[in-house]
């Protein structure tokens, strides 16, 4: 994600096209799981390569409510936990040129049943002026990593744009 300064906070703060979440400081990671071979699930790190995962997670990957379903997760790995934010492909369907606030309603279907402590969590997702700048200050306020605004009508877009893009980043400092 490229980053943005301050000055653009409130801009997109008030524009209802963005969504705001939480920005994590683990690794990025895709989980990717099919329905053959007794539904494996694998990660795969940002060059494609196939990295291992902790069990408690690929554990609860394998048990989603969907555990037919082919799919590819979007997240980072924070010790024993991944924290989604993206489903790129669900079943035989690509999700990728799809807006994002599709692929997140059908991303919150999917991990909103899994169980409240799982391994699997839904990044915090907020929309509204009101939302954003509230969540905004709770997220100074505990001193976390920044946040990161969306918008909420992109397709997912691989890769890092030259300038801005449909995905940024607030680093504190």
Known sequence: LN???????????????????EKFDGRRILIRKTSAQGGEV????????????????????RNLPSSGDDMILDGECI???????????????????????????????????????????LVKTVTGSTQKQAFLAELRGRKAEGAVFKRL?????????????????LKFT
């Open 79 to 121: 010790g024993d936990t991944y924290i989604v934010f993206d489903l790129l492909k669900l079943g035989g369907t690509d999700l990728r040129p799809r807006f994002y606030s599709v692929r997140l309603t059908t991303l919150a279907d999917l991990i909103g049943q899994a169980e409240a402590n799982s391994a699997v969590r």
């Open 153 to 169: 009508d992109a397709p997912y877009s691989a890769g890092r744009p030259a300038s801005g893009g449909s995905q940024v980043k």
């Open 3 to 21: 980053a943005i300064e301050e000055a653009a906070v409130d801009r997109l703060i008030a524009d209802p096209d963005w969504a705001m979440q």
């Open 42 to 61: 694998i990660g795969i790190n940002r060059k494609g390569l196939v990295i291992p995962l902790p069990e408690p997670v690929a554990e609860c990957v």
